[in-house]
């Protein structure tokens, strides 16, 4: 069973829905993070997060360290948001190294 | 803004070649990191790297891989002998701090014909 799991796999939505990606862990966190991974196969850190939640411009990122959970919020979605969407992982005393989820694939439409 | 500077960003070599990626981490950053991500799959992790010492290695990072830290500033990870199912996608990425915002490069994307 993989330590960081995501859901859904792959999203459709059309331009201005609010989008909601999903990250469950299993193992105890110092951090966790979310990013974003282009077509080219860059990725870009969007958040880093150990409690509570944290905004920055159309994106909230939530956690809840209890249910071991966290989620990706985009308001009023655009078709440049289309990406992978990526949770993950740093555990305690692991120099922060990160567990990655499989990602979530985003296609926003016009 | 500071970035992470990878290169190439394609190398294509043939089985059984020595292969040197190279990194430019952040220059204030103190933790350095190599990952991998083979197609459609998702990143694992290889090695991080602090205070010129490997600090953790993953059980992919066996006695083919190495890492250096040569000049200060470049972080270079070589494949002593390529196989073809080391083709993936290789990111570099650095910490200021632990436990604080990672930073990655674009990616170095290596074919093994």
């Known amino acids: 069973k993989n330590e960081v799991e995501q859901s859904p796999q792959n999203l459709t939505a059309q331009e201005g829905e609010f989008i909601t990606i999903n990250c469950s862990y299993s193992v105890g966190i110092s951090a966790l993070h979310w990013l974003q991974q282009h077509p080219g196969g860059g990725i870009v850190s969007l958040f880093m997060l150990s409690s509570g939640k944290k905004k920055h411009g159309r994106l909230i990122a939530t956690i809840n360290i209890q249910e071991k959970h966290s989620s990706l919020h985009i308001t009023a979605s655009h078709p440049r948001d289309s990406a992978v969407y990526i949770c993950?992982?740093?555990?305690?005393?692991?120099?922060?190294?990160?567990?990655f989820g499989t990602g979530t694939r985003l296609q926003v439409t016009l | 803004e500071p970035e992470v500077t990878q290169t190439p960003s394609h190398q294509v070599t043939q089985m059984g070649q020595e292969v040197i990626l190279r990194c430019v981490p952040i220059?204030?950053?103190?933790?350095f990191y190599w990952y991998r991500q083979i197609l459609g799959q998702k990143v694992e992790f290889l090695v991080s790297?602090?205070?010129?010492?490997?600090?953790?290695k993953s059980e992919i990072f066996d006695d083919q891989f190495s890492v250096e830290r040569p000049d200060g500033s470049n972080f270079t990870l070589k494949i002593r002998s390529t196989k073809l199912e080391d083709s993936a996608m290789y990111f570099c990425a650095s910490n200021e701090r632990r436990n604080t915002e990672a930073f990655f490069g674009q990616g170095t994307r290596l074919t093994v014909v």
């Open positions: 220059s204030n950053h103190l933790y």
């Open positions: 790297f602090y205070n010129n010492e490997i600090s953790e």
């Open positions: 993950a992982v740093a555990r305690p005393g692991t120099a922060s190294k990160l567990t």
